[in-house]
């Protein structure tokens, strides 16, 4: 037996738990049941005290395994597998991982972290390289490579780098590095992932018996380490509570599977209550975010079927789940895109139907979840068009599910927490195809000074599609006055207590399921500086400083046009404008600000007109406050000689 390696392990182990390891002899097997199904001749070898026979035994219980299923990676698969071509992505990963060339970020791409690798390195101070390292991007890739070539390279190398990690990273070695390679976040991360590793790479001669120890000792500790260390909520906690179902799902050998997968269980179905409104939508509000929470709940469903405890879940935990599906199709746009509110990222539409046809086979009845997962090729488009989801305060105004339809998405939300963004009234324009007003996106999460400089500068106010007074960040906690929708008039109305001493108020109207009108009003005593914000598309744009508007260009017709109407004093401010479609890449965009003095508690009012047209000549466009007959506000506006009256 190589005691040193197990005893690095075992010291790993009681660095932070209590002692289950005693002496110089490991206890491994005081982890493990030992009257599990076929660990007969490993307890009669323990029993002897037999050690060197007893890892010998375990390892050949765990290579003729077959009663465990994995949701993703199953041993029977590897002669599928076998000379398939993977593509350019992984195989890189894979490759440039055995020269220690590690994938840590998409932001990033590769860095070199030695020979004898420096788990500790920190290139650019921005704490997303440094936990991510901790989640092995490249691993699995590696087990893909081995499966796909069956080079021991891929197997040697991984093992190696597994010892190499737990001697580097005990936990306690620095409360720096326990703050990055034991966040229970990468610890979960790794201990779902882990499953996947031990089906690709526990028949390889490099995977042996003394390994097999250091490897469920290993794990062990992790998924001890989670029950310590749980998130105290938002999606952390829901990662961490499915993968430790998964970890008692594949590992149901450890005398704690049980109570691993009793306890992800119980967390789940109290946090989907928690963490789900009413109308679907989970509520951190980031809507990449709440994809992942469909997929927690989903990946938490199936290994519990695998694992025959299906009926601890009550039937609403599946039904919330597609409550939430339906929730995201609203929420989107007909390319399948949704808005980059808060952290949230452009998606492509290949992995959104991806994520549509995984959804479709738990939900094989919900015929708009078929609509989606077949590209509109069977099933049904929902039944309706605008949509509020008014519990959450995500707003969409359509005309259409094609990608020919006018769509508006628009924020106006409860207070949420770390992802969201003080963003209230902002909102994304898809026309005929094109998002024209996308939400500047999020850019980088955190890190030094001068990477939270970077990343504050996306979280400001004013480069939303929104109301500011002196450019200062806004509080969020928005209430809806009205909501109603027909089918020549659709109308949102809803107050935000943007700053302690004013409110901003906010009219939307889609007007004949064709343009938009808003009527935004900055109400009480804050004085100074009022501006509305709004930012285009990356591209040229004409911007009229005299008629207050700005409007795209586009050589193929499909443009916009921004038209604002307010006090005399009122002036165009052209202003810097960026858009962060993924991590760490920018683009500069036209951007404006309508710019008004407050100098006391008067209100300040704007009409916007929000206008699609095709050509390059813009409609034109009056607007105007006046007061009906029996005394209410209303706006009067002509759009191409035709007269509207609409209701304040």
């Known amino acids: 037996m190589k005691t040193g390696i197990l005893l690095t392990a075992l010291l790993v182990a009681t660095a932070f738990l209590n002692p289950v390891f005693a002496g110089d002899t490991p206890k491994v097997y005081e982890i493990l049941n030992l009257d599990f199904p076929g660990f007969e001749k490993v307890k009669q070898h323990v029993e002897n005290k037999d050690y060197t026979k007893a890892q010998e035994a375990l390892l050949d219980y765990y290579r003729q395994r077959t009663s465990i299923k994995h949701p993703d990676v199953n041993r029977e698969d590897k002669q599928k597998m076998k000379g398939k071509r ?17 994938f840590v970020h998409k932001g990033y791409g590769y860095f070199d972290f030695g020979d004898t690798i420096n788990w500790q390195y920190w290139p650019v101070k921005d704490n997303e390289i440094r936990w991510q390292l901790n989640r092995m991007y490249w691993w699995i890739p590696m087990g893909e490579a ?74 062990y500790v992790h998924a001890e380490c989670i029950r310590q260390n749980y998130s105290e909520r938002g999606n952390h906690l829901l990662f961490e509570a499915q993968r430790l179902i998964y970890a008692g799902g594949f590992f149901p050998e450890f005398i704690n599977a049980g109570t691993w997968r009793k306890e992800g269980i119980d967390i789940l179905n109290t946090e989907i209550e928690k963490q789900v409104y009413a109308d679907g939508m989970q509520y951190e509000l980031s809507l990449n975010y709440h994809i992942a929470a469909i997929n927690i709940f989903l990946k938490a469903l199936y290994m519990a079927q695998l694992c025959n405890m299906e009926d601890e879940f009550p039937k609403s935990y599946s039904a919330c789940i597609e409550n939430m599906i339906i929730a995201i199709a609203n929420a989107s746009f007909p390319d399948y895109t949704y808005p980059m509110f808060s952290d949230a990222k452009r998606v492509s539409d290949g992995s959104m139907q991806k994520n549509y046809q995984s959804w479709l086979k738990v939900f094989p009845d919900n015929e708009v979840i078929r609509y989606f997962a ?47 963004q003080p963003d209230n009234g902002t909102f994304e324009l898809w026309v005929k195809g094109r998002n024209f007003m996308p939400d500047a996106g999020c850019y980088v999460y955190s890190g030094d000074d001068e990477i939270m400089k970077l990343r504050n500068w996306y979280r400001q106010t004013k480069v939303h599609q929104t109301l500011t007074l002196n450019n200062e960040n806004i509080n969020v906690d928005a209430h809806q006055i009205r909501w109603s929708v027909s089918p020549d008039l659709d109308e949102l109305k809803y107050s935000n207590p943007s700053y302690d001493n004013l409110d901003h108020e906010r009219n939307v109207f889609f007007v004949d399921q064709s343009f938009f009108v808003l009527v935004d009003k900055a109400i009480g005593k804050g004085t100074g500086q009022v501006d509305l914000h709004y930012q285009l598309i990356e591209g040229n744009a004409n911007v009229n400083a005299k008629a207050k508007s700005i409007a795209t260009t586009f050589d193929d017709g499909n443009n916009v046009i921004i038209r604002c109407f307010g006090p005399k004093t009122m002036e165009l401010i052209e202003e ?73």
Request: proline share 5%.
């Open 374 to 420: 077949t590209k509109g090729k069977n099933g049904n488009a929902p039944g309706h068009l605008s949509k509020g989801l008014t519990n959450s305060g995500i707003y969409t105004f359509r005309n259409g599910w094609k990608k020919d339809a006018t769509v508006l998405i628009l924020k106006a939300s409860p207070p949420a927490f770390w992802h969201s």
């Open 86 to 102: 993977l593509d350019e992505s992984t195989l890189e990963k894979a490759n440039n991982g055995l020269k220690h060339h590690f």
């Open 576 to 648: 810097e404008g960026k858009v962060s479609y993924s991590y760490r890449k920018e683009i500069e965009r036209p951007a404006v600000a309508f710019r008004q003095p407050k100098p006391d508690g008067k209100t300040v009012k704007f009409i916007t007109v929000i206008c699609p047209f095709d050509g390059q000549k813009a409609p034109e466009i009056k607007a105007a406050f006046i007061t009906s007959k029996d005394n209410k506000e209303q706006v009067e506006l002509v759009v191409n000689g035709k007269k509207h009256l609409l209701d304040i």
């Open 146 to 219: 081995y499966w796909s070539t069956g080079d021991e390279k891929y197997a040697k190398e991984w093992v190696w780098q597994m010892r190499d990690w737990i001697k580097d990273n005990p936990r306690g070695l620095s409360k720096e590095n326990d703050r990055f390679a034991w966040r229970p976040l990468e610890t979960a991360r790794r201990v779902q992932d882990q499953t996947n590793l031990f089906n690709y790479f526990i028949d390889s001669p490099n995977f042996t018996a003394d390994f097999l120890v250091e490897f469920l000792v290993n794990y």
